[in-house]
């Protein structure tokens, strides 16, 4: 398990699963809450939420990073991710690149499940050689 104040971890954890409560997931039945730790060490939260036209869903990861930014928060640190267990939930895809976009190779990606804190990963390792923001920051023909 990688480091992250005890404390700490007990907030993001009580905040994920008190989100997953809220998921919206009458489709899968497969309800997730997620809390990512801001810079400023401010927790938000989100769920998962279906939609009657499937791919329209969306994850608890884009909930929670959604929340950040209107909460004004710039760069995650970490995120615990809360499923119904037993098998370990680990982030989709398309949920890491969006982590990528707000952190680093070591932005710690904690899964749990009911019964509390199953695995962690860095972000480096969920999504290695992966493409961010600084890609972008140093093509000149990306400026306007
Ligand atoms: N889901 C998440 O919210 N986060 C994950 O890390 C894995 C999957 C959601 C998407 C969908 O609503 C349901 O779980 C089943 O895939």
Not at 40 to 59: D, K, M, S, T
Not at 67 to 85: F, N, T, Y
Not at 93 to 118: H, M, N, T, Y
């Amino acid at each position: 398990m990688h480091r992250l104040d005890p404390k700490v971890l007990q907030s993001l954890l009580t905040a994920s699963q008190s989100a997953r409560t809220l998921s919206h997931s009458p489709y899968s039945r497969y309800a997730v809450g997620a809390a990512v730790l801001d810079e400023l060490g401010v927790v938000h939260a989100g769920c998962n939420i279906e939609n009657a036209a499937y791919p329209q869903g969306w994850c608890a990861e884009a909930t929670a990073l959604g929340a950040m930014v209107m909460a004004g928060g710039k760069r995650a640190l970490a995120i615990v991710v809360s499923g119904p267990g037993p098998d370990v939930i680990t982030p989709c895809g398309g949920c890491r690149q969006k982590l990528r976009e707000f952190g680093d190779e070591d932005l710690l990606v904690i899964a749990a499940d009911p019964s509390g804190v199953k695995q962690s990963w860095t972000l480096g390792q969920l999504l290695p050689a992966s493409f961010g923001p600084g890609h972008l920051k140093t093509n000149d023909q990306n400026a306007n």
